[in-house]
């Protein structure tokens, strides 16, 4: 009877069905699964109170957008929405989330809450388009580590219309993050109708002339209708203005910004102008004060960002009106002279009501403990300022910048080529928590945020196509999720192999919305020549080849394991359900000499012995690598640092002569991206007793920290 009595219990176990994993992007801080299931389907309605409504709205949309059908919105509803102020332990945006088989119930304390919960309810959809579905049953409290889960989009350097702004603001809102930083000023160009200055936008919103003429700029209205949006998807818009560098599109507007007064014309490449706005001039500070009236009064966020980086003083050490202003003060230098005028620019923004915020930079030139600070290239001023009583929002090079190429593989997409890329795994694994920080300290730590800066687009205009947007959806996906995760999720549940297993299901909500992003490689691992293969993307294959050639959509599916001759001769590609998007090709590198193909390491150039943004000739000795009359190649090949290396010249001299034997001239570069990095050199007249020097005329992009390996092959 006992036997009889536990093989029925078991075989009740076995049958019952199996609740669906779950998942969610960013990871919940609380998620208890339940029996039971709710039906989505066409008797649904939406009940809401009024502080929830526009949220109501926004979930009948993506409803019709699932089912093809409207969802009434009003009265009591089997999907409840309401703000419980009483909700208090969940602070400003948390939210309590559960679902049933008799219906949806979601409160927060504030409407924010509402919108973030809303998200994850979308989370336990089905992927894919259907009439009706099914949601498993479950409990979530949830709420963020940080209050500033924050992206940055540059459409100074490269405008991008409204259309794409609120796009972006979409792929915010489904990973929660809640602050879009706007980079609306730069040298490159403005991008905010500031109604007193029309010339701002008229000159400083376009370059160019004739077919090549391009550039944009945001009306008032747009900024309102964006802000609206935004503020719907409980995101807030904090704009910025740079000063006192990176203005020369309002220099080129009106020339009397800055120390000189000279009419400039708006630059087709990106480059950092010295050109700063004048600090002793009184025109300068009612040009200020009137830009960011209207300004204040378009954004209502708390802060408004002012740059404050990459300041050259030459032009105010040169400058009357800038040298008696410093005197006057009493100032040692122009580093204070910039402190200054930070501090007035705060005092002009509290005035009405708004803090300010900066890069880095600004902490060392004697800001007020109320300035945020941006932490960007020096990790170690978020602690000095967090310790100072500064807020501070993390934004690091090395995990934020998602500008930076995602790879070092062949076939990435060209990015930013001054600092290595920027993998999905380094997006996710670290802490934005500076070390050493008492429990006050830390609550200074407002956040982090990941930084798209769009210069690549005056730098390689080729990856225009086939659009902007799609460039820029492929830089900030997958990383955003990352980030999403690193600012929402406490640090103690953040496991990469948890986050990429969810990940899987994230791919093709991407895919559903309609978004670009990078397709990740395929998994493998082997024993011998025994590979194992895991697709990143559910409902995915791994396509593979052995021959050499490159895997396609149509090259054999590698399923679980298979067995193939070489190892080292396995290629292998993603595909995605749809057959269409690929990952880039996993293939295997020799690790002893990662360079063979391109010959023999002849040098190195390192950091800081490299022209900064000019060339410098540098030499190399390859006596003992020139055999003979005959053709070799050179190929200079990045590894390290800030800058992509620029080449404009190769050369190989025998002995002290001072004539040439063989030059190739022509401008290429390696980095991030990498183009015409190979100078062809044709030798005759060879001499076994004469020394031989090859000299390069090279230079970082934007400095000189740049590290690599020059290799030289004799190809006949």
């Not at 100074?156 to 879009?180: T, W």
Request: charged share 20%; with cysteine; glycine share 8%.
């Amino acid at each position: 009877m006992l036997l009889t009595t536990l093989l029925a219990s078991a075989l009740a176990l076995t049958t019952q069905p199996l609740r669906p994993a779950l998942s969610l992007i960013p990871k919940p801080v609380s998620v208890t699964q339940v029996s039971g299931a709710f039906v989505l389907d066409e008797k649904v309605t939406i009940g809401t109170d009024v502080a929830s409504r526009p949220a109501a709205q926004l979930l009948s949309g993506w409803l019709k957008a699932t089912t093809g059908r409207e969802t009434k919105v009003g009265g009591r509803g089997s999907i409840s929405l309401k703000v419980n102020p009483a909700l208090t332990n969940l602070g400003s945006e948390g939210y309590q989330l559960e679902v049933s088989s008799k219906g949806v119930g979601l409160s927060a304390p504030k409407y924010a809450g509402i919108v973030n919960g809303l998200q994850t309810f979308r989370q336990l959809w089905p992927t894919g388009k259907a009439p009706q579905f099914t949601l498993p049953a479950v409990r979530i409290e949830d709420q963020p580590t940080f209050a500033w889960r924050g992206m940055m989009l540059d459409v100074s350097r490269y405008f991008m219309d409204k259309a794409y702004v609120l796009h972006f603001l979409d792929i915010m809102a489904a990973h929660k993050l809640n602050v879009l930083h706007l980079h609306l000023i730069d040298d490159a160009g403005w991008r905010v109708e500031i109604k007193k200055y029309p010339k701002l936008t008229q000159i400083g919103g376009f370059r160019g002339e004739g077919a090549a003429r391009e550039g944009g700029f945001y009306t008032q209205a747009d900024i309102k209708e964006m802000v609206a949006y935004a503020t719907a998807r409980n995101i807030t818009i904090v704009p910025e203005i740079e000063l006192p560098a990176h203005t020369l599109s309002a220099v080129c507007a009106y020339p009397w910004l800055a120390c000189t007064g000279k009419q400039h014309t708006m630059p087709t490449v990106h480059f950092i102008s010295d050109d700063l706005y004048c600090a002793g001039k009184s025109t300068t500070w009612a040009f200020l004060k009137d830009v960011f009236d209207e300004l204040c009064a378009l954004f209502p966020s708390q802060y408004i960002h002012i740059g404050g980086d990459e300041a050259q003083y030459s032009k105010w050490r040169a400058c009357p009106d800038c040298q008696k202003k410093k005197a006057e003060l009493g100032l040692a230098d122009e580093k204070a002279l910039q402190g200054w005028m930070t501090r007035e620019v705060e005092g002009m923004l509290a005035k009405k009501g708004k803090r300010i915020l900066g890069w880095n930079e600004i902490l060392r030139c004697g800001v007020s403990t109320t300035a945020g600070i941006m932490a960007w290239n020096d990790a170690k001023a978020a602690g000095d300022a967090a310790r100072g009583g500064n807020p501070v929002v993390v934004a690091l090079t090395t995990r934020c910048y998602f500008d930076m190429q995602q790879s070092k593989l062949r076939g990435e997409l060209p990015g930013a080529g001054w600092s290595n890329p920027v993998t999905l795994q380094n997006a996710y694994d670290w802490d934005p928590m500076p070390t050493n920080l008492d429990a006050a300290q830390q609550k200074n730590i407002l956040g982090v945020q990941g930084c798209l800066w769009t210069d690549m687009f005056l730098h390689k205009p080729e990856i225009k196509k086939p659009s902007p947007a799609a460039y820029c959806d492929y830089y900030l996906l997958p990383r955003a999720a990352a980030l999403a995760e690193v600012a929402w999720t406490p640090q103690a549940q953040r496991r990469f192999p948890d986050f990429t297993e969810r990940m899987k299901r994230q791919y093709v909500r991407y895919t559903d919305s309609g978004w670009n992003f990078r397709l990740p490689l395929p998994e493998l691992t082997h024993s011998g020549d025994t590979v194992t293969a895991t697709c990143p993307i559910e409902g995915g294959t791994v396509r593979y080849t052995t021959d050499g050639t490159d895997p396609t959509a149509s090259s054999p599916e590698l399923k679980g394991t298979v067995t193939v001759a070489r190892f080292e001769d396995l290629k292998a590609i993603t595909l995605a359900p749809d057959g269409k998007r690929t990952s880039l090709i996993f293939e295997t590198l020799t690790p002893t000499n990662p360079f063979k193909q391109y010959g023999t390491k002849l040098g190195e150039w390192k950091s800081g012995k490299v022209g900064d943004r000019k060339a410098i000739p540098v030499d190399f000795d390859v006596s003992k690598l020139i055999s003979g009359n005959g053709t070799y190649q050179i190929t200079f090949v990045y590894t390290s640092g800030r800058e992509r290396l620029d080449i404009d010249k190769v050369e190989v001299f025998r002995n002290t002569e001072t004539l040439a034997l063989a030059t190739d001239r022509h401008h290429g570069f390696t980095g991030g991206a990498t183009k015409d990095n190979v100078y062809t050199l044709k030798l005759e007249g060879f001499d076994p007793s004469a020394s031989y020097t090859l000299r390069a005329h090279i230079y970082g992009d934007e400095g000189s920290d740049s590290n690599g390996v020059v290799l030289i092959k004799k190809v006949n």
